[in-house]
């Protein structure tokens, strides 16, 4: 079993920045794919962006150039730096890691972006 452990999360203005953090643990060995999915109310999750063999990132394009991904495998953490947030931003941030084809979430970080 991986255990995935969010924090960073809060309220921002409108222009401004976030980073949220990720740490794994528990059973990691094989963690291919690490990454942020996000969910607004009244919506689906949604991909925000992942990094996969610790180097290859994928973003939603309504992200790109906004966020960026990034792993540290000596700590066995996720980051997503997050700049230029929009209202639209808002929603609740959910860290995902795929392990062997099993996919584990974290319980969510809250980020609310003010206009």
């Known amino acids: 079993q991986v255990q995935l452990v969010e924090s960073g999360g809060g309220l921002v203005q409108a222009g401004g920045s976030l980073r949220l953090s990720c740490a794994a643990s528990?059973?990691?060995?094989?963690?291919?794919?690490m990454g942020w999915y996000r969910q607004a109310p009244g919506n689906e999750r949604e991909l925000v962006g992942v990094?996969?063999?610790?180097?290859?990132?994928n973003y939603a394009d309504s992200v790109k150039g906004r966020f960026t991904i990034s792993r540290d495998n000596a700590k066995n953490t996720v980051y997503l730096q997050m700049i230029s947030l929009k209202p639209e931003d808002t929603g609740v941030y959910y860290c995902y890691s795929r392990q062997f084809g099993r996919q584990y979430w974290g319980q969510g970080t809250q980020v609310t972006v003010s206009s």
């Open positions: 990094i996969i063999s610790g180097s290859t990132t």
């Open positions: 528990g059973r990691i060995f094989g963690i291919d794919t």
